[in-house]
């Protein structure tokens, strides 16, 4: 059990100690997640209800050692009594399952030998659906038969030789169907409502599991079902055949080429003592002596044996050389690096990156456009020529078809968008350029030339290591994070704690999830390191879609950023719970227009990007994509200071430390407006109450608290007969 504590065990875990204030609350607590915590000696131990399975408190975490739970708790108490989850009388049993068990399975039928392995395959998330797997809130292990309570409180007891469920849920189903295949069933059949027999037979033959009587036309669409997955397996199984049988011959052909290539050495090699043994008998008669006549002699010897030798076949060398070994992999890999090498550095790319408009790459350089400068020209309108300024710098830009050029005449220096942005990132590669681009057009990695017919498995790629590093990744309560430093509250970050988690070098993530599916395809990532920042603002190997901070059940607004931070910054300035606040993460990919389509159905969209050149085109794309889409504009400055601001993150940070004279306290929502230029109000009163305090215990009076509230108990399921 201590190996194998899964991530969300350990995060359910962590809430229910922080919901007690005494130790018969924590019993009750952990009761509820089917755990128990005890002394043992001088520490503490974390069991199982119903079973002897335990793990040392510190595997959950060393805040949770008995020494820091006293400190918290007070001197440790025990339960009052056992923890009781009967829900037997709530059980209206409605919906069965029963099968039919191999005579060697028999065994593992009896609910009191399964009963651990099922509780370890829940909690280890091995045999379960993830999604179901949180779906469960309790498993009574201590009762008989054993019992599995659903966040619903739909209930599914297993009586040993069949299961019933109150509920018809997947929930319910799929746990049915995955308790099935474990116990080693060959065979199910399942009694209930029509309903619930036509959808558990059908999701019970698409997990291999055969079906028997159930209704003749749910019976047919089984056994098709079945028979397609025979039928892919019996194709599976003959292609691995036949690829093992391809395997074992290549290795008994090259073993043969090895003995013939041998074989045909040592002939070449007798054939050459046999040519070559007069000279060197010749050889070995004149001796080793050094006086001019026997040097001339070995002389003419040596290359008389060196001519036989050069006129007989190389013994080093065989007819027909055996292949290496794995040659035909090998061929395999050295393609593919080939197609990403190629794919890397696809010419292509290049001139999509030159394409660019200069605005868009000037204004990360901390250029600005300047249509009225001295040194100007006679295009107003900046159509085809345009200056910008960064201090006492200067440069020219002039548009040639599709592709901006640039000059600037302080030092010489000239070239495309390609070479503005390498001599404004110092030191920086091609490849560095190629990544900044990446993000600059909204994709995730260079598009591959058509050099190649797509792939008839078109399935998606697996984001495994993306998805790892981001369970694998602190909760943000577990460290102080950029997000901190730049001056986002802890309380805000705890809000959205789901959403949000420490990163490498003290960074902060941003989740980007499936909007399908909800998992996890990806996270932004910010951090600073040695006073530089990153650059790749990306999960590598991840898909980038969107990130969404609220519950989009309830939010009647949309407001989109470019990132994250300024997203914290919005929701920590406005306090409000009818909103979800949206980053791209960058640019606007195909799955990030598609995320953010689907998200504004019935919704108010705003933007909240950025206050300059870059923040009005990204507006502009966002209108192109959502019409409807009007600009949030944030204040150039915050009333009482003198401070200009370019985006939420500096208006929330400038608030903190500005003073308002009026005694009057504004909302602390943001004016909107449709200002498709970006031009912003010019002042803007603190807000009070989370977003201008560190003490997120004490809510303003006109700001309503940031603290989660907690869900109603669903309503219990009446007898259904």
Request: proline content about 5%.
């Amino acid at each position: 059990f201590e190996h194998s504590i899964s991530a969300a065990l350990k995060a359910r875990f962590a809430e229910a100690v922080a919901s007690a204030w005494d130790w018969q609350g924590l019993h009750a607590a952990l009761g509820e997640l089917g755990l128990r915590y005890y002394k043992a000696g001088s520490g503490a131990r974390i069991g199982i209800l119903g079973s002897t399975e335990f793990a040392k408190a510190s595997a959950f975490g060393s805040k949770f050692s008995i020494r820091r739970m006293e400190a918290r708790l007070g001197t440790y108490e025990d339960p009052g009594g056992a923890y009781v989850n009967d829900r037997k009388k709530d059980h209206n049993e409605i919906e069965s399952i029963s099968g039919v068990a191999w005579e060697e399975d028999r065994k593992a039928t009896a609910s009191s030998a399964f009963k651990l392995t099922l509780l370890r395959r829940i909690y280890c998330d091995l045999h379960l659906d993830p999604q179901v797997s949180e779906e469960i809130r309790f498993v009574d292990l201590a009762d008989v038969p054993p019992q599995i309570t659903f966040r619903d409180n739909a209930t599914l007891v297993d009586h040993g030789n069949r299961l019933s469920t109150s509920r018809s849920t997947r929930e319910t189903r799929t746990a049915m169907i995955a308790i099935a295949k474990t116990k080693g069933w060959s065979s199910v059949k399942f009694t209930g409502s029509p309903d619930f027999v036509r959808l558990a037979s059908l999701e019970a033959a698409r997990a291999g599991l055969p079906v028997h009587g159930a209704p003749e036309d749910i019976q047919a669409q089984c056994d098709e079902i079945l028979d397609r997955l025979e039928r892919q397996q019996r194709q599976i199984d003959a292609e691995a055949r036949a690829a093992q049988k391809a395997a074992h011959e290549t290795i008994t052909d090259r073993d043969r080429a090895i003995q013939r290539n041998d074989a045909e050495r040592a002939d070449a090699t007798a054939r050459l003592e046999e040519k070559t043994a007069e000279a060197r008998a010749v050889i070995d008669a004149i001796g080793s002596g050094r006086d001019p006549v026997r040097t001339a002699l070995r002389t003419v010897a040596r290359a008389e044996e060196k001519q036989i030798t050069a006129e007989l076949p190389d013994r080093r060398s065989v007819s027909a050389p055996q292949p290496a070994p794995d040659a035909d992999r090998g061929s395999g890999s050295k393609k593919r690096r080939i197609a990403r090498t190629i794919t890397l550095n696809d010419r292509h790319e290049l001139d999509r990156m030159r394409a660019v408009h200069i605005d868009e790459n000037a204004a990360r350089g901390g250029w600005s456009y300047a249509p009225k400068h001295k040194d100007g020209h006679d295009d107003p309108q900046g159509r085809d020529m345009r200056t910008y300024v960064r201090g006492a710098e200067t440069i020219k830009a002039t548009r040639k078809q599709a592709v901006w050029v640039w000059t600037n005449n302080k030092i010489g220096a000239s070239g495309s968008v390609i070479d503005l942005w390498l001599s404004d990132n110092s030191g920086s590669t091609l490849g560095d350029a190629r990544k900044a681009f990446r993000e600059i057009i909204g994709i995730d990695a260079p598009t591959p030339g058509p050099t190649a017919a797509p792939r008839r498995d078109d399935s998606p790629r697996d984001h495994t290591e993306a998805r790892r590093r981001w369970e694998e990744a602190p909760y943000i309560e577990d460290q102080q994070t950029y997000a901190q430093v730049r001056g986002i509250s802890k309380a805000t970050l705890h809000r959205f704690r789901d959403d949000v988690r420490g990163g490498a070098f003290g960074g902060v993530y941003f989740a980007h999830r499936n909007p399908e599916t909800g998992d996890i395809v990806g996270f932004e990532q910010r951090w600073e390191k040695d006073g530089r920042k990153n650059t790749a603002c990306f999960a590598k190997g991840g898909l980038k879609t969107v990130s969404i901070l609220g519950d989009p059940k309830t939010a009647k607004r949309l407001v989109v950023f470019e990132g994250g931070l300024d997203a914290l910054a919005l929701a920590e300035l406005e306090a409000c719970k009818d909103t979800i606040y949206v980053s791209t993460g960058g640019g606007f990919g195909p799955r990030t227009e598609a995320a953010l389509v689907k998200l504004a159905e019935g919704r108010q969209v705003l933007s909240g990007f950025d206050n300059d050149a870059s923040g009005n085109a990204l507006h502009s794309k966002l209108t192109e994509l959502l019409p409807g889409a009007t600009r949030l504009a944030q204040p150039s400055r915050v009333e009482g200071s003198t401070e200009l601001c370019k985006d939420w993150l500096d208006v929330l940070n400038v608030s903190k430390v500005t003073v308002t004279p009026s005694p009057a306290v504004p909302s602390a929502r943001p004016r909107e407006t449709v200002d498709g230029t970006g031009k912003a109000g010019r002042s803007i009163q603190v807000p009070q109450g989370p977003a201008a305090t560190s003490e997120p215990e004490t809510p303003s009076e006109t700001a309503p608290a940031t603290q989660p509230v907690g869900e109603p108990e669903p309503p219990e399921l009446g007898g259904l007969e």
